[in-house]
Structure formats: C-alpha cells, structure tokens
C-alpha cells in the first residue's frame, strides 16, 4: 500500500466508499465525482500506478471484474451502453496514481463522446510509419 493514495486509503477503509464488489484481489466502488449515474471504478487492492506494473494473475482478475461488473452497471441504472477506459500516466488523463478502470454508463443522448475523442487529432501516419510502430512494439515485447 501507499500512504498518500487515496485509493489504498479506501481499501484500508480509512476512506469510505461506495463499494459494489469485492474479492481478496479486487475493489470496485462508485466514482465520488461519477462521469455518469453508475460510474464505478475498480481497482487492484495492492497498489500499482501504472498498467504495466500489474502481475499477469493480478491484470487477469481486474479484468475478469470489469467483465462480470460492466452488464451489471449498465442494467442497474438501465444503461444504452458503456464506455471502459483507463488513464495510464499523467499525461493520459490519470488524477489517482493507482490504476483504476473506468465503467461509465452511457446513455442515448447523453452528450458524451467515444473514447475516440480523447486522442485529440489524429496523427497523419504513412504505411512505412505504421510498420516501424508495429515492428518497434513487437521487439519491445521479444525483447
């Protein structure tokens, strides 16, 4: 745990929440500052900042969360849909540096925008551009 992040403070329960699941692993609450009636997000119970900082088994059971919880937001609030996002980095949109996933029911007419919107512009990338992108992030992995 972290002792100046909010996040480890809710899952030591010095900070309440509005908690909608738990396992040993997991905590997901409603957002404080919801997007959307039913916003939630759900975090690993150990701290990690960022995405990558998250074991294979850990990132599996965040997300095996985020699967059996986003039907379940959108029907308790009779969502049209939802949007699930994560903000990796500062420069990403992240406020709390402990990952969180967003679920954030959508409804028709909502005024939101795709997760599309927040890249901003789109970049103007030649074929050749692309392939170096691809053939860079395959050796990072091989690597």
Do not use: W, Y
Not at 42 to 54: E, F, R, T
Not at 72 to 78: E, G, L, N
Not at 95 to 123: C, K
């Amino acid at each position: 745990m972290s002792a100046d992040c909010i996040f480890c403070s809710i899952v030591d329960g010095d900070i309440p929440a509005r908690t909608v699941h738990e396992t040993d692993d997991v905590l997901a609450f409603l957002d404080a500052s919801p997007l959307a009636r039913g916003h939630t997000l759900v975090i690993p119970k150990s701290h990690a900042q960022h995405v990558g900082d998250l074991d294979d088994g850990l990132a599996n059971d965040l997300f095996a969360a985020v699967t059996e919880l986003t039907p379940r937001v959108q029907a308790a609030v009779d969502a049209d849909g939802a949007n699930v996002g994560i903000n990796d980095g500062e420069a990403a949109g992240q406020e709390v540096p402990h990952v969180h996933i967003h679920i954030i029911p959508r409804f028709e007419g909502d005024g939101g925008a795709p997760l599309h919107a927040v890249g901003g512009d789109r970049p103007d990338l030649s074929d050749d551009e692309l392939d170096a992108i691809a053939a860079d992030v395959s050796a990072a992995l091989d690597g």
